[in-house]
């Protein structure tokens, strides 16, 4: 045996030995329902990585609604794209613009409450297996919808389907009910380094 | 004024405030070219993410191509989604399966070569907008791919075009040549409460 086929040989029975561990682990894995899943942080790729699990879900023909709750001056890809699936995705944009943009309080609360009540409407509706409630973290960080009303109702969520609720500064009384929640960081931002906003990446 | 319109009026103004330090900024930012990604650490979402800008991009009627640098169990969600688009996507699936479950080294090696001097193709073609390289950060950190190689030819890269790169233990020597870094971090994940993979969520 030469010295490369003696260390792939090493390699090989030392992958043997993660597999079986491996297997053992996920034989321990037995639940199965719906997830509250929370993507908070600074860092960039909260509502992309949310958009990414839509597009795995309707690849399984599972039906996905979307309420956005903070529009900013959105024409996004992600709209367009969305557009061309009416039967398997509901897209609505029910959010005003970033609040310094509306600056007009009594608006923003306005809209957030009507995003709110669509919500409900797409997680209790039997037909829909995914829910994306994007940016509603930013609502609720800026007490534009009530944190106890929101996480009273999702305590009592149908298990049957996976919400997914993005945006910064997320709150503990929303984290403590999640199941999966992944903290975006940020480590490089272009932003920082002069660059625009660029199609595909931000919008 | 009632107390709440004047707790609105003071919100509003504070708006404004923040609205033009915010137009400030923007104005500021002006370079736009093609970015190279790094999506990384150890939570969830960082091959979704990429996927949700690869959607952002094909609404802008972008072309995508992906190469998957390792295959898994795989059949997904993703993969079934985007064989609806073969004009704007092409989605190569290259690598095999986790190397502890392959436990061959040198098929690994052979595969991930494969996977490489097809990225270098799409990277090169002018046709392309948008390339994922997903989970070429696990085969660099195993030392399947030399790093050096591949950092010497994205310095060269067209800037043309966005790369983005996903996968735990991203090297230095890839992150220092990156402008836009997200670092994925574990909060709480369902396997760890016992939760099977599940589709939508996992694959």
């Given at each position: 045996?030469?010295g490369?086929?003696?260390?792939?040989?090493?390699?090989?029975a030392?992958?043997?030995r993660?597999?079986?561990a491996r297997?053992k682990?996920?034989?321990r894995?037995?639940?199965?329902r719906?997830?509250?899943?929370?993507?908070t942080?600074?860092?960039k790729g909260?509502?992309?990585?949310?958009?990414?699990?839509?597009?795995?879900?309707?690849?399984?023909?599972m039906k996905?609604g979307?309420?956005q709750?903070?529009?900013?001056?959105?024409?996004t890809?992600?709209?367009?794209f969305?557009h061309?699936?009416?039967?398997l995705?509901?897209?609505?944009?029910?959010?005003?613009?970033f609040?310094?943009?509306?600056?007009?309080?009594?608006?923003?609360?306005a809209?957030?409450?009507?995003a709110?009540e669509?919500?409900?409407?797409?997680?209790?509706?039997?037909?829909?297996d995914?829910?994306?409630?994007d940016?509603?973290?930013?609502?609720?960080?800026?007490d534009t919808?009530?944190?106890?009303e929101?996480?009273d109702?999702?305590k009592d969520?149908?298990?049957s389907?996976?919400i997914?609720?993005t945006?910064r500064?997320?709150?503990?009384?929303?984290t403590?009910?999640?199941?999966?929640?992944?903290?975006?960081?940020?480590?490089?931002?272009?932003?920082?380094?002069g660059?625009?906003?660029?199609k595909g990446v931000?919008?």
């Amino acid at each position: 045996m030469t010295g490369t086929e003696a260390d792939h040989a090493r390699h090989n029975a030392r992958m043997l030995r993660i597999q079986q561990a491996r297997a053992k682990m996920q034989a321990r894995r037995t639940l199965e329902r719906g997830l509250l899943i929370v993507h908070t942080g600074n860092g960039k790729g909260k509502s992309s990585s949310a958009f990414g699990m839509a597009i795995r879900s309707i690849g399984w023909g599972m039906k996905v609604g979307i309420v956005q709750y903070v529009k900013g001056s959105w024409e996004t890809g992600e709209k367009n794209f969305f557009h061309a699936y009416p039967d398997l995705l509901t897209f609505e944009v029910m959010g005003e613009g970033f609040t310094w943009d509306t600056q007009d309080r009594a608006r923003d609360i306005a809209a957030a409450r009507a995003a709110w009540e669509r919500s409900k409407e797409l997680i209790l509706d039997p037909d829909y297996d995914f829910i994306i409630l994007d940016e509603l973290n930013i609502v609720l960080r800026d007490d534009t919808l009530p944190i106890g009303e929101i996480v009273d109702f999702l305590k009592d969520r149908p298990l049957s389907k996976h919400i997914c609720i993005t945006g910064r500064n997320a709150k503990p009384a929303l984290t403590e009910l999640a199941d999966l929640i992944t903290e975006f960081g940020e480590v490089k931002h272009p932003f920082k380094a002069g660059f625009k906003a660029q199609k595909g990446v931000e919008y």
